[in-house]
């Protein structure tokens, strides 16, 4: 058990730039999912993946953010044409069942800082 | 919608002393899992220990322990024996059935815990 990757730590972009930020899974997890945090706040559910098909999109997913799990491995979360309120940690989890026991693994996060 | 309070923003307790964090949560539902999660400084999120609604029973992992309520859906976790390297954030979480989504796991704000040596 590798746990949960994610990459960049970090990323500094200016407004309006894309960016894409990466989700390795624990292996046998079939239950993604991408969460946002800012700063003294808990995190927010964002989008889920059951495998390949994403579920699940919170109010929160503008249509400027898009998720993607292809082959139901890695996942990544694109935002476009970045704005400063996207400033926020980006976390990923993992889940192994269906069932509401199961507990979420996180990743470390990438902090995102839009300039 | 599932809510769910943490209504201390920061504790601090003295090392080797206990300390409890308090969560209370809303819901509708008979059936539900609830969790604390601790976050350290930089670090990534791990769970603490979960408790499922239908054992009255209720949960302990070492030196952490819940107090389970499920009348007054109230969740707080006792740290016994505090130690330097329980300084964290702890969220209290509420996990539907189903487990899937928005509905999966919904998040408190947080307690700040500080630990004095």
């Known amino acids: 058990d590798t746990g949960v990757s994610q990459n960049p730590r970090h990323k500094i972009t200016k407004r309006g730039q894309n960016v894409t930020f990466r989700c390795d899974p624990i292996?046998?997890?079939?239950?993604l999912y991408w969460y946002r945090q800012t700063l003294g706040q808990g995190p927010e559910f964002l989008t889920y993946f059951q495998n390949e098909a994403q579920l699940e999109k919170s109010r929160l997913l503008s249509d400027r953010f898009s998720a993607e799990r292809p082959k139901g491995s890695f996942s990544t979360l694109e935002i476009q044409r970045t704005e400063q309120g996207d400033s926020a940690m980006y976390l990923c989890a993992s889940s192994l069942t269906e069932t509401g026991n199961s507990p979420l693994h996180f990743g470390n996060g990438t902090r995102l800082t839009v300039t | 919608a599932q809510t769910v309070t943490q209504s201390q923003p920061e504790m601090s307790v003295q090392e080797a002393e206990t300390v409890t964090l308090s969560c209370t949560y809303d819901?509708?539902?008979?059936?539900?899992?609830l969790f604390w999660y601790k976050q350290p400084p930089s670090r990534q999120m791990i769970l603490v220990i979960r408790?499922?609604?239908?054992?009255?029973q209720n949960a302990t992992e070492n030196r952490f322990s819940v107090n389970f309520q499920k009348a007054a859906k109230s969740f707080s976790l006792k740290i016994s024996d505090s130690q330097l390297g329980d300084a964290a954030m702890y969220f209290c979480a509420y996990r539907s059935p189903t487990g899937g989504g928005a509905d999966g796991l919904t998040f408190g704000k947080g307690t700040h815990l500080i630990i004095q040596p």
């Open positions: 292996s046998e997890h079939n239950r």
């Open positions: 408790q499922e609604a239908y054992k009255q």
């Open positions: 819901t509708s539902e008979s059936d539900y899992y």
